[in-house]
């Protein structure tokens, strides 16, 4: 059964699904090169920008069908640790097949875009569409890329997809649009009446054929003709350490009420669609945010690291005096906010006397592996845990009893260990917010 006349009948209807987000300064991606003929429709419908996103699929040796990461332009690297332990992939070997896998990505992106430049993503939404899934390894690695690139905002759009492609992508989008979704699915071609192969010359012509795109940042606009309102920081940045330079992303608002470091947990990153949407929120209510790796890529290679709450919590010591000493904010206060063993990393660190935290939030932690620094801790602290993470909840209560600092445990309800239940993860975001300002604020008083 036939769904869409051609890719352009798809992306017009894909379109009307997407029309929520006009007013949040999207910018349509198309996957080169059947998704550049749907996105060229979408962005046209949406008035948006239109640019491909080019990734790679960092595939295993001798496996090259199982993924072990992606990448993308401008250096931007996604790697699936527990893959690559699995496979028991070198690091030598890990790094021959992204230079490979590079070096394909820079050709195809020159080659598509005429020399012009790529749209910058920071900031913004990103609307990622194709002509179809049938695998989803293309799609899930330019969602990681995207938000590598420092997207606001993650939507993977699609015409067609089988069904599991609706929870495919929950940690890798922030939202998922299908129009439909047959079965049985065989190939994407299957539901188009004419399925013809676009060409890389197609493609040129559809993005020559887009509107300029219009700077969204201060950076960007001309001299004399700055928008209005408080500017912000918003970058990628390397933050040293003792013994390694670790990858971070910075949000400051001018005039910040203070400046909250991420400290993530296992199997998480500064990419991590939860942990961006916290952070959204909190540069939303004037608060900078620090979301930064604890550990190199090599580091989490192995898995004992991300769970050597010690090493994690000299780390976040170390990054907190970087602000102060690289931006000049000896007086921003300092809050942390940890999940899952980055919580136990954020407690500990909080009672070194270099680190000078203002208060400490813990979504779904483990503060409990904080052990003896318990009742060290003095940073007011929030411990947030969903009523259906039972065991989680079970081991904070305790770890509650053990504090002696001003200290509240907030339950959200619904709520399993990854806040993904609809409604859980906003509950999380504002219950941190009203506390980084309550106790944040107050140090800016004194």
Known sequence: M??????VDAGERLATRLAHLRDEDPVVLG??????????AVAEALDAPLDVIVVRKLGVPYQPELGMGAVGEDGIRVVNHHVVRMADVSTEELAAVERRERAVVEERAHRFRGGR???????????????GIATGSTMRAACQVAHAHGAKRVVAAVPVAPSTALTMFRDDADEMICLETPHPFY?????????TPTTDAEVSVLLSRAPEPVMNNASDDPPGDQPAGPSIRDEEVTVP???ARLAGHITLPDHARGLVLFAHGSGSGRHSPRNRYVADVLNEAGLGTLLFDLLTPAEEIDRANVFDIEL???RLV???????????HEHLPIGYFGASTGAAAALVAATDADADVAAVVSRGGRPDLAGDALPLVQAP?????????????????????RLRCTNRLEVVRGATHLFEEPGTLQAAAELARDWFLTHLTAVQRR
């Open 312 to 314: 994690l919590a000299g």
């Open 241 to 243: 350490a003792e013994a």
């Open 187 to 195: 190939a994407v071609g299957q539901w188009y009446g004419d399925f």
């Open 117 to 131: 430049p790529r749209i910058a993503l920071t900031g913004r939404t990103a609307i990622i569409v194709d002509d």
């Open 31 to 40: 996957l080169p090169r059947g998704g550049v003929p749907v996105a060229f």
């Open 318 to 328: 170390e990054v907190t005096r970087w602000p102060a000493a690289e931006l000049g």
């Open 2 to 7: 036939t769904m869409f006349a051609d890719r």
């Open 381 to 401: 602290t929030l411990l947030i845990v969903g009523s259906r993470d039972t065991e989680v909840l079970a081991l904070n209560q305790a770890a509650q009893q």
